[in-house]
């Protein structure tokens, strides 16, 4: 049987419950955000402590925020990559440069915002390595993957059905963008466009983002 899907809109952020054999949680939401977990779960007839380990897919506060709270809610792992490990452990958010004007537009605007925005620091469990790591441990078919590019820590979790989830490796549409693609902040476009390839030469399919709907992963082909 294939593993279940769940999309879990967490403020401006998707997460994503994804139930196989036990449950991981993609991402952990901006701040303040574990009520909306908590109702999910309950709706899902998913206990807390069903949830294994929470994959941030990367440190940006917007998917960190709510790791402390999630962590106390479920007694789950939390696994990142090794050079955002601080960000969680210090709770830092470091702003992302904008890609295109419109990601010019709203860096600017992240930049006034940002004193604002604050939130609990939690441990990690997991600092992840540039290497492949095998989620069968963790109860689901899949991997994570190293994939820089929007900021150079960011993994993406593929299941091995094809669906990957890469956090904002590519944005689905509005309102961060107008269609599936590139996304409007990151660190480095050509590092990006390899991190696609990636996935798709690992047999991604359909693509999971953290801002918009899901998508075909033809159209990252595409874009190439
Ligand atoms: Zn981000």
């Known amino acids: 049987m294939d593993a279940e899907i769940h999309r879990l809109p967490m403020g401006i952020c998707n997460c994503y419950l994804i139930k196989e054999n036990s449950v991981i949680l993609v991402d952990a939401g901006p701040p303040k955000q574990v009520g909306k977990l908590r109702?999910?779960?309950?709706?899902?007839?998913i206990e807390p402590q069903d949830i294994s380990l929470m994959l941030i897919t990367h440190g940006h506060?917007?998917?960190?925020?709510?790791?402390?709270?999630?962590?106390?809610?479920?007694?789950c792992k939390v696994a990142i990559n090794h050079r955002e490990k601080e960000w969680v452990e210090q709770a830092l958010h470091p702003l992302?440069?904008?890609?295109?004007?419109?990601?010019?537009?709203?860096?600017?605007?992240m930049r006034i915002t940002a004193p604002f925005v604050q939130f609990p620091a939690s441990s990690v469990d997991i600092a992840l390595e540039d290497t492949e790591l095998p989620l069968h441990p963790f109860g689901v078919n899949g991997k994570v993957?190293?994939?820089?590019?929007?900021?150079?820590?960011?993994?993406?979790?593929?299941?091995d059905t094809g669906e990957a989830f890469v956090g904002d490796l590519a944005m689905g549409g509005f309102p961060t963008r107008i269609g599936p693609g590139?996304?409007?902040f990151g660190d480095d476009r050509n590092a990006i466009k390899t991190s696609w390839?990636?996935?798709?030469?690992s047999g991604a399919k359909w693509i999971y983002p953290s801002h918009g709907n899901p998508f075909s992963a033809d159209i990252l082909r595409k874009a190439l």
């Open 39 to 45: 109702t999910a779960l309950q709706k899902l007839s």
């Open 61 to 75: 506060y917007d998917h960190i925020g709510s790791v402390s709270e999630v962590k106390t809610l479920t007694d």
């Open 96 to 109: 992302p440069p904008g890609i295109g004007i419109w990601g010019a537009v709203m860096a600017v605007l």
């Open 145 to 159: 993957l190293y994939t820089p590019g929007h900021s150079s820590g960011s993994t993406s979790l593929l299941l």
């Open 182 to 184: 590139m996304p409007i």
């Open 197 to 201: 390839k990636l996935l798709l030469d």
